[in-house]
């Protein structure tokens, strides 16, 4: 995921073309205006935008649905499909075992629910996708997220894959030593010793990688070296954006 995540920020898009403050702002101004509006027809309008938005970034129909309105769904819909028998109002039907009663409220409210966790994920997701993590690192420092926040940040996801070679490393080498199968109690005590020898790994990783900083000049903050600026076609979509968020605020409300 995180190795397509940088092969499509890379390409040449809409939203690839554009500063990453200008989407940070932007996105998380359309997002506003998905959770604050109220309308059905606003928030359809609004996923209508961010469709078009991960369309012209090179973010197909089959990224967005594999990789953001399924998850988002299923995971919705959990919490939405209660709502269609708890919520009171008309009666549309009533189940003849449980005689439960599903309401039109109740389904207007799960749909409500389902479409604008659909909206606002796929503006959140569209901005990583389409935006290298440095960048979106930066572009946080910009807005004054806190330094240990991004340092953590930017360290956790390099070493996640660090950590991730370790374990991999670990199953060769234990597999190459072992002949046969192991019966289910030691397959047991082989991943409890795995993963204390993982996680006492990452403590010494942690401690010589921050003395390791620290001899190399580090204070607390981290410098990239790409140069954000924004250009003319940058302030053009802020407007845009905040326009569009404006418009479904003042719709939707």
């Given at each position: ?16 073309g554009?500063?990453?403050?200008v989407?940070i702002?932007?996105?998380?101004a359309?997002?506003?205006?998905t ?30 649905a ?16 209660p ?11 009533r ?5 439960w009663?599903?309401?039109a ?25 389409c ?6 690192l ?25 950590l ?5 490393d ?5 597999q190459?030593r072992?002949?046969g ?21 990452s ?27 924004v ?5 053009i979509?802020?407007a ?6 404006a ?7």
């Amino acid at each position: 995921h995180a190795f397509f995540a940088d092969q499509l920020a890379r390409r040449a898009g809409l939203l690839q073309g554009l500063d990453p403050r200008v989407k940070i702002t932007g996105l998380f101004a359309l997002v506003t205006a998905t959770v604050a509006v109220q309308k059905p027809g606003a928030i359809a309008a609004l996923l209508s935008i961010a469709i078009l938005l991960g369309l012209a970034s090179g973010a197909g129909w089959r990224i967005l649905a594999g990789r953001i309105w399924f998850p988002v769904l299923g995971f919705t819909g959990l919490i939405a499909i209660p709502a269609i028998f708890t919520v009171p109002g008309d009666v549309l039907l009533r189940l003849p075992v449980t005689g439960w009663t599903i309401s039109a409220q109740g389904i207007h409210s799960a749909a409500l629910l389902s479409l604008r966790a659909a909206t606002a994920a796929t503006f959140s997701v569209l901005l990583v996708l389409c935006t290298p993590w440095n960048q979106v690192l930066k572009a946080l420092r910009f807005f004054r997220m806190p330094a240990v926040l991004v340092v953590t940040l930017g360290m956790t996801y390099r070493y996640i894959f660090v950590l991730l070679n370790s374990a991999h490393d670990m199953f060769i080498s234990r597999q190459s030593r072992m002949v046969g199968s192991l019966d289910p109690a030691q397959r047991r005590r082989v991943a409890t010793a795995s993963a204390g020898v993982l996680l006492a790994r990452s403590l010494q990783l942690s401690s010589e990688t921050h003395l390791a900083m620290q001899s190399r000049g580090f204070a607390g903050e981290v410098y990239v070296l790409d140069d954000l600026r924004v250009k003319a076609r940058g302030w053009i979509a802020l407007a845009v954006f905040l326009g569009l968020a404006a418009a479904a605020l003042w719709w939707g409300r």
